[in-house]
């Protein structure tokens, strides 16, 4: 049975380039253009993990993480955030609202899939 990969990015050439980069790597894909969108689908759908873009409308990926890991239904979802903010605030940030990992754009394809590769092995 395939993974599913959750995909939330607001930017429409960001997102399609993930989802291309995760179906290429044989998994399924959920895409969600905010943070809201990503916590309902996520409720829904119970993804293996969530690619999460920081900088949102409606709701940031931090809030969107936020409320995941309050959730007993979504709260073991590995999060990997995804943002081209690379300080170290905002990885604490991340690290400390439950994601698990943190990835800065721009990125390197092989780079993203072993980070995805890793959490969805763990």
């Known amino acids: 049975m395939k993974k599913t ?10 997102l399609k380039l993930i989802e291309d980069i ?19 689908k996520a409720r829904q759908h119970l ?11 409606v709701l940031d990926g931090y ?14 979802i590995p999060v ?11 990885k604490e940030l991340a690290f400390s609202l439950g994601a698990v990992d943190f990835v800065t754009k721009p990125f390197n394809v092989q780079h993203l899939m072993s980070k995805i590769r890793c959490h969805l092995a763990a």
């Not at 990969?5 to 960001?14: I, K």
């Not at 890991?69 to 073991?76: E, G, H, I, R, V």
């Not at 990997?80 to 905002?90: E, L, N, R, W």
């Open 22 to 40: 995760v179906t290429v790597a044989g998994y399924l894909v959920i895409a969600a253009r905010d943070g809201r969108q990503a916590v309902e």
């Open 63 to 76: 809030g969107a993480v936020a409320q995941l890991k309050s959730d007993a239904k979504t709260k073991d």
């Open 47 to 57: 993804p293996d993990l969530i690619l999460m873009d920081v900088m949102m409308p």
């Open 80 to 90: 990997v955030m995804i943002t081209a903010a690379d300080s170290a605030h905002f």
């Open 5 to 14: 990969v959750l995909v939330a990015d607001d930017d429409a050439m960001g």
